[in-house]
């Protein structure tokens, strides 16, 4: 079982609003990612959580704020965001850090009015 | 500056031929390698790793990896319209936790 779950598919959200980005698996990994995808654009990496703590932070604006509450569990917290935040957020993990492959969500299309 | 270079395509290959997508890679470090599969509008999935020089073989995907020549491909054998997609090189950085480093990917098309 490689499955990531993410929640919602889609989100349209305000410039003034608050939502939350939730990632999920249930496979023992302990390694989790949030990846920013744009249109015809490669995955950019946003944040590592290594063990349930941040161990990378890839220069991401504080209006994207993460939290890990457990070892299954991934959110991305959103506050007044911009239009060109608009994206594909992808939520990615693996079983250790570091070497191994990387398995992704479905992805939450974010669009931003 | 750590970079995974692709020909973003698009790479046009008739059904039943063998399918090429090469990478190159800068960061001599690196120590994982992985090609991702992205139809629009989806997220990437996984459908090769290699870790080690030389051949692996799946189905009909076979990486190669060469760290001396910091060079990695894809070859898909027997292609079908449903290989058309963009294929993504992915390399893992140096030193543990701390993500993966995408190429522009390529962009293969299967003509029927």
């Known amino acids: 079982d490689t499955e990531v779950t993410q929640t919602p598919k889609h989100l349209v959200m305000g410039m003034t609003n608050k939502k939350s980005l939730k990632c999920e698996q249930h496979?023992?990994?302990?390694?989790m990612y949030w990846y920013k995808q744009k249109a015809k654009k490669p995955p950019e990496l946003m944040f590592v959580y290594s063990y349930e703590k941040l161990s990378i932070n890839e220069s991401v604006p504080s209006r994207f704020s993460p939290e890990c509450p457990n070892s299954s569990l991934l959110n991305l917290h959103l506050h007044a965001l911009q239009p060109e935040d608009s994206a594909l957020y992808l939520c990615a993990s693996s079983q250790d850090p570091g070497v191994r492959a990387a398995f992704f969500g479905q992805g939450t299309r974010l669009t931003v009015v | 500056q750590k970079e995974v270079e692709q020909n973003s395509g698009p790479l046009s290959v008739p059904e039943g031929a063998i399918a090429s997508l090469n990478c190159t890679y800068s960061d001599r470090g690196s120590q994982s390698f992985f090609w991702y599969r992205q139809y629009s509008g989806k997220s990437p999935e996984l459908i090769m790793s290699?870790?080690?020089?030389g051949d692996k073989e799946d189905g009909r995907f076979t990486a190669q990896l060469n760290k001396a020549s910091q060079y990695v491909s894809l070859l898909i054998r027997d292609s079908q319209p449903s290989d058309s997609a963009t294929y993504l090189c992915a390399v893992n950085r140096r030193g543990g936790a701390d993500g993966l480093t995408f190429g522009k990917g390529t962009h293969l098309i299967i003509q029927p």
């Open positions: 496979m023992g990994h302990r390694a």
């Open positions: 290699i870790y080690s020089n």
